[in-house]
């Protein structure tokens, strides 16, 4: 197959104004057309300083895989007609900015049309992978973070904080999706960065996530009949870190409390791993 794009953006930024636009043209011998066209445009506005609004519009393009074409076994039947899917994102939101804090939260939309998955009716054993005929993700990202340096904090260095929901306007319900529609429903990021003692720092990272849809459960090497939903997991990290003049040592745990969780297609999440290493730096030469 051919795939040949050109794209042309331009920028302009009058006052507290700014903005972007381009457009892609896109060949792609396997598509319907010849000829398909994406555009783009980006607008931005200061409020005050410290504040900032912006707004975006694309229409994006992804192609079907080799995976997704071609590739066959006794569960998995690939599909050589797949088109390309498209889609359309809006998206919009606020930007708050400082020395020290920084801060964001927006709102977005993706209307899809012919998406990718691979799906499987209930009851039956084998994936094929279709065009799915149009899926509409909607969702908001909020995230705030401060750098405590500024403000001489012997303990603390930084800390943040993110939140997402993301949500679908389709269902797997009556099939079963392995991919489009089991998105991360919510998911909660916390970091923070402090002093330990002397040359020592540490960083701890606790997530929430929240999967939608489910997956196909083994017992004894055979499926359990039915969809299985996901659970919900906290998953806990944390980086121990010393520096000694050109010697760096870290010891690092994921998932600390080793959970035990399943994720997109089907795989079993490895619980708990630790691990020590350290950095030399050599001296450089001029």
């Not at 229409?59 to 390309?84: C, E, K, M, Q, W």
């Not at 020592?200 to 996530?209: D, E, G, I, M, Y």
């Amino acid at each position: 197959r051919v795939n040949t794009a050109v794209m042309a953006e331009e920028s302009w930024s009058a006052g507290r104004w700014d903005l972007t636009a381009g457009l892609l043209v896109n060949y792609f011998s396997g598509g319907r057309g010849l000829l398909s066209l994406y555009p783009g445009a980006d607008a931005g506005f200061k409020i005050t300083e410290h504040l900032r609004w912006y707004a975006s519009f694309n229409r994006t393009l992804r192609h079907p895989t080799f995976t997704d074409l071609y590739y066959n076994d006794a569960v998995s039947i690939g599909n050589p007609d797949l088109l390309p899917e498209k889609a359309v994102v809006l998206e919009t939101g606020l930007k708050y900015y400082t020395g020290s804090l920084k801060a964001e939260m927006n709102l977005f939309s993706r209307r899809g049309s012919d998406m990718i998955d691979w799906v499987r009716a209930e009851g039956d054993d084998k994936w094929e992978a279709v065009n799915y005929t149009s899926v509409t993700l909607t969702g908001t990202e909020i995230m705030i973070s401060y750098d405590f340096r500024g403000n001489a904090s012997r303990f603390l260095t930084s800390a943040s904080a993110g939140y997402s929901y993301l949500c679908a306007d389709k269902s797997s319900e009556g099939f079963q999706s392995k991919y489009l529609l089991d998105i991360l429903r919510n998911k909660l990021d916390i970091r923070i960065i402090h002093h330990v003692a002397g040359p020592l720092s540490a960083s701890w990272n606790l997530s929430w996530q929240d999967r939608n849809g489910g997956f196909v459960k083994y017992e004894n090497g055979l499926p359990v009949p039915g969809e299985a939903p996901f659970d919900d997991v906290w998953l806990l990290d944390a980086m121990v870190t010393g520096k000694f003049r050109s010697l760096t040592l870290f010891a690092e745990g994921t998932k600390i409390t080793n959970s035990q969780y399943y994720d997109l297609g089907n795989v079993l999440r490895p619980g708990r791993w630790v691990r020590a290493g350290l950095t030399l730096t050599l001296p450089g030469r001029k």
